[in-house]
């Protein structure tokens, strides 16, 4: 799965990495160290016409659901079950998103019996898109909130020693091709939906305090001088 992650760039960084105008919603993101289940976070979609950032909920609430409280159990989406789940199936089909991060984390337990953080970073030290859904809900009094999930799929050799699970990374071809409205093709997109490379990702470990969503500084991502025996 993926419970947290970080997107540690600026608000001008992550629309030049994207090659996005400057939107209404500049003001909404600062460099986050510890992005957490129920936050807002940036997300990118296409409207048809170009691609636009924005800010998101974590964990999706589908435009039918009674209330806000599904939001917490689809923090991430199973590739394989897109189009069996209620709350996943349009989504896949129309309203598809990337979530752009820095790193994300895992946990593993460590040789003193407990578990230890680690940040999962790319091997080249940029930025990358996991492959996300949205959706926008309205509550009983017609407020509107847009929400999303993470896509996950099995892991590679990198990260099968931490976890069963890991996000869906996009390369650039990829990722336009996840966002494009006109691609409808459940095959074509379903074959996007795999485990990267495995030399795309790096990991260390960080402090437990990371485990703590009040903890969101650059402590969180600095690699801790005594690490203990993982593998």
Not at 206 to 217: M, Y
Request: proline share 9%.
């Amino acid at each position: 799965m993926c419970g947290r992650y970080t997107l540690t760039i600026t608000w001008e960084e992550l629309l030049m990495y994207y090659e996005l105008e400057e939107g209404p919603s500049v003001a909404c993101h600062q460099p986050r160290y510890n992005i957490a289940p129920g936050q807002t976070a940036p997300a990118i979609i296409h409207d048809g016409e170009k691609r636009k950032a924005g800010p998101l909920r974590w964990g999706l609430i589908p435009s039918w659901a009674k209330d806000d409280k599904m939001g917490w159990r689809t923090l991430n989406a199973r590739a394989e079950t897109l189009l069996e789940k209620p709350a996943f199936r349009q989504p896949f089909q129309r309203k598809r998103c990337l979530i752009p991060a820095d790193s994300f984390y895992e946990w593993k337990l460590a040789s003193d019996g407990k578990k230890q953080p680690l940040r999962i970073v790319p091997a080249d030290g940029g930025l990358f898109s996991m492959a996300g859904l949205y959706d926008t809900w309205r509550n009983e009094h017609g407020e509107k909130m847009s929400t999303f999930t993470i896509v996950t799929t099995t892991p590679n050799r990198t990260m099968e020693q931490v976890h069963d699970r890991m996000p869906v990374i996009l390369g650039p071809e990829e990722a336009s091709t996840w966002l494009d409205r006109s691609v409808v093709e459940v095959d074509k997109l379903q074959r996007l939906l795999k485990p990267c490379p495995s030399e795309w990702l790096e990991m260390y470990p960080v402090d437990p305090k990371v485990g703590n969503v009040k903890h969101d500084s650059p402590e969180c991502i600095t690699a801790i001088s005594d690490p203990p025996l993982l593998f």
